[in-house]
């Protein structure tokens, strides 16, 4: 009895130590400063992507070897006045691959991915875009239609013919109008890498959130307006669109088919179809 009373008492003591010295007896402390520890910069509150970071939203914290993390920054000058290509959250260590220098990267060349070009339609009919739904930022699939006519030179008959075709897959919507993709690229990051002999990774290498415009509710527009949309596609989706989109509405049209969030699959086997697959009308 003696033995467990002197224990209890003993405990009570300690814990009275503890709290005269902060609650934790410097365990913080020690566990920071072990060798290899290292002074890094984090944030002291969230940073949302394409925001401005400035001195006051850094703050130098001492983090044990185990804990540091690849691409960390430890000066502040490296951080200071440049804006965020991801989320911060407050307390995350500052990593370079999550900032940039910003160089007025909103405008349309900075959100083109690598190896592919912008290309600009001017849409007759909302419809032909889901109601003129769709958003920067969305991918879709490019559907063509068209119809042609042959005349037999013997029988003087003509021939019609009904075609439509995927001609594009999983491509992204870089504006509707004047409301651009929101993404900001890390020009560091692509320089860090060709200066190391990499190759740079284009716009499509960062992702976030600075839009040059504000998209407003119906600013759509309606079947008397035309809209105008811009992709990202490769330079032979570029042709094969264009051409569907020179020739007149009533010979050949296109629609724009938007993908559910994150299916990235492609259609293989069959692309094209015609009046008989329709109706199912071929002789098996």
Do not use: C
């Not at 992507?49 to 850094?58: L, Q």
């Not at 007025?104 to 032909?128: F, S």
């Not at 560091?188 to 415009?213: C, F, I, K, L, P």
Request: proline share 3%.
């Amino acid at each position: 009895m003696l033995a467990a009373l002197f224990g209890v008492l003993s405990a009570g003591l300690m814990f009275a130590f503890l709290n005269s010295r902060g609650g934790d007896g410097g365990l913080n402390e020690s566990l920071s400063s072990g060798d290899g520890a290292e002074s890094v910069l984090v944030v002291t509150r969230n940073v949302a992507v394409g925001e401005k970071i400035v001195s006051d939203m850094v703050t130098s914290r001492t983090v044990p070897v185990g804990g540091l993390l690849e691409g960390r920054l430890n000066k502040s000058e490296d951080i200071v006045g440049k804006v965020a290509t991801a989320p911060l959250f407050a307390g995350e260590q500052v990593l370079a691959a999550k900032i940039t220098t910003f160089e007025n990267q909103t405008t349309l060349a900075y959100k083109v991915p690598d190896g592919m070009r912008a290309l600009g339609l001017q849409v007759p009919h909302e419809a032909w875009i889901n109601g003129g739904l769709v958003q920067p930022g969305d991918r879709v699939d490019v559907l063509a239609i068209s119809i042609t006519s042959q005349v037999d030179p013997l029988t003087g008959q003509e021939k019609v013919t009904i075609l439509s075709g995927i001609i594009a897959q999983d491509v992204e919507v870089l504006a509707v109008k004047q409301t651009l993709v929101r993404r900001i690229p890390n020009l560091d990051e692509q320089a860090r890498r060709a200066a190391a002999g990499g190759a740079t990774t284009g716009a499509a290498a960062s992702s976030g959130s600075v839009a040059s415009t504000a998209l407003k509710e119906g600013d759509m527009g309606t079947y008397e307006t035309a809209i105008s949309i811009t992709l990202a596609v490769t330079p032979e989706q570029a042709a094969k669109i264009a051409i569907i989109d020179i020739i007149k509405d009533d010979q050949a049209q296109y629609r724009i088919m938007t993908r559910q969030k994150g299916d990235a699959t492609k259609l293989t086997g069959q692309v094209t179809w015609n009046v008989e697959d329709v109706f199912d009308t071929k002789k098996k």
